[in-house]
């Protein structure tokens, strides 16, 4: 039975079709697992295994390197406050103790209704803006307590309709149309140089400076 | 003055009067869009790439001196260089996965200007025949990835990108790819593992870079967002007006990220090698001082893994050579601020901290060496250090970079700078970078350290950690 749903699946087709190999569409299939489910089970690696010729152990050893993949439930919404130099300056650590106090969880841990997990994360980018902190992904700069405080409101009350439930990246994906794409380049395929090069040759006679 | 200010859809970033090689679009608000980019000389620098043969444009990025903007300063033009002829094919990754402390700009570049990344990705594999673009993406940034996969597939349906671009020969796919949460995929090694699907682990190099030996085997060149962003600019005005900007050994501009204690921070783009860190910190065009009128203490100049500067480096010029010989780098430009208030140990802590978590493991002197300085600084924090500890910490940073490591000349006690970059005992430079904040603020700080530790030289017995499970005893 497949893991994935149907127009999920396809999904995962056209992503393997841009790599050369196969095992580098992993990292894009864990994140669409992770999409499909909020966190990465079992099955969805012994699919992507099959997906891309690989072994479960391996789709596993793989995906266990990078910190975004979760492999058991967490929160709906993953509150990630960084407190790494510039957020500590500007008081990125007090904004994770009082999101820590407010929800009655420390980082790493998740609420009991299932709806909050909140993260002490590392530089998220957003440095000039600090304290900042991300929600799935989605950066709030320039936080106060009191502005953490009506964030958490809004999500409990289903008014933060701009952050996807945890698991959705990016909301647009990249489309090739049939027929418009250059095709991928296997390194056994192509020992010939590319076409254009050829104008480099007419260049030399040329005699150029 | 000017009404330069933030520009509310592009937070951080601070619109001034300095050149605007890669931030023009920044103003407009629609400035991710197809429309605006091609009404703003958009595809342009492309067109002009393929009327000319693709060893010309090569000499043309070779002339400009487009220093590489990810942390090395290495010139592009020369990197592309070191391919092997005839291992065809030859592929080209994008390194967007900007995570390095303090640095964002690359993250600003493809959420606001995707196209004019694409089309610098385009005019490289033109220049140098590369049959395939990975473009990977942080994890941790959805709306890079939703922009420039917006920008790809207007890009396909226009014909800029794909199959006989504008009507020529040249084709080439762009894949869109992106990471999933680890700082040492910046690595160009370990990008390319994490693009094969692998852990990110750096290879081992020299004696093959990824120009050699990279992807699938094949040799690959690996830029930065910000380099190659500068491409398009530099193919429609030519590497002359490339380089009346800048300095003679630094053309052109660069973006900063500058956070911290000052009264006005942001992402500016300013000229390499004429604007010093004053101009920067205090000019009325940048920064505008310290908070609260206080003194500055410190500085990071290029990101979390170099050496720290204090407010005798200040007349220092943005310039990657001076600044290495100054004993730090400009590295990936960004620069966090640290006034009086700030306490030394700890804010070095929050960096060794970083680089304890994000050490990938492979080498030894990293992946131990990172743990125990986190540990022994933490305690000294507590107030549980013990005298031998800067010692300590000194002879564990030298495990990981053996010799006189990188730091700034301190005046004060008559010590000279000690130049860049770091010896290293790891495959790649994060252990190294560990070793930054704690030989920068012992040097400069030592009785901050020595106030924080205790007078005992050895925790006795009783004071092993408390548990608070009651421990069953026999």
Known sequence: MSYFTADNLETAHEIISRYPRKKSALIPLLHLAQEQEGWVADDAMRQIAELTDTTPAEVKG?????????????????????TNLACQLLGGEELLAHAEEALGIKAGGTTADGMFTIEDVECIAACTEAPCLQVNYRYKLRLTTDDLDQLIDDIRNGRATDIPEHGTLGLVRQHIPAGAGAGIVAPEQATERPVWLARNDTADEGGEA | ???????????????????????????????????????????????????????????????????????????????WGFMPPGKFPYYLVVNGDESEPGTYKDRLLMERDPHQLIEGCLITCYALGLSQCFLYVRGEMPA??????????????????????????????????????????????????????????????????????GLYGQPTIVNNVETLSNLPWLLVNGAEQYKAFGSEASPGSRMVAVSGHVNRPGVYEIEQGVTTFRDLLYGDNFCRGIRNDNELKMFVPGGGSAPWFFPEQLDLPLEGRTVGAEGSMLGSGAIMVMDETTDAVKAALRLVRFYARESCGKCTPCREGTT???????????????????????DIADNISPGPYPVAADPSQGLDAVPFPPKQTTICPLGPSSVAPI??????????????ITKRDSIPVMAAPMSSDPVEVG
């Not at chain 2, 995929?185 to 004696?207: C, D, F, Q, Y």
Request: glycine fraction near 10%.
């Open chain 1, 62 to 82: 793989t995906g266990s390197f990078y910190e975004m993949f979760k492999f058991h439930p967490v929160g709906t919404y993953m509150i990630n406050v960084c």
């Open chain 2, 1 to 79: 003055m000017p009404t330069h200010d933030y520009v509310p859809h592009a937070p951080g970033y601070v619109d001034n009067d300095g050149p605007k090689i890669v931030t023009s679009r920044f103003v407009h608000e629609d400035s991710h869009t197809l429309e605006r980019y091609e009404a703003t000389n958009g595809y342009d620098g492309l067109r002009r790439a393929l009327d000319r043969t693709p060893a010309d444009v090569h000499e043309e990025v070779r002339d400009a001196v487009v220093l590489g903007r990810g942390g090395a300063g290495f010139p592009a033009g020369v990197k």
């Open chain 2, 144 to 213: 890079a990835q939703e922009n420039l996969a917006q920008a790809l597939n207007e890009a396909y349906a226009k014909g800029y990108v794909g199959k006989n671009i504008m009507g020529t020969e040249f084709s080439v796919d762009i894949t869109l790819t992106w990471g999933a949460g680890a700082y040492i995929v910046g690595e160009e090694t370990a990008l390319i593992e994490s693009l094969e699907g692998n852990r990110g682990m750096p290879r081992l190099k020299p004696p093959f870079f990824p120009a050699a030996i």
């Open chain 2, 372 to 394: 125990w300085e986190e540990r022994i600084l933490q305690r000294i924090l507590d107030g549980e250090g013990r005298p031998s500890d800067i010692d300590k910490l000194l």
């Open chain 2, 439 to 452: 030989t920068s603020t012992i040097r400069r700080f030592r009785h901050e350290y020595e106030a924080k």
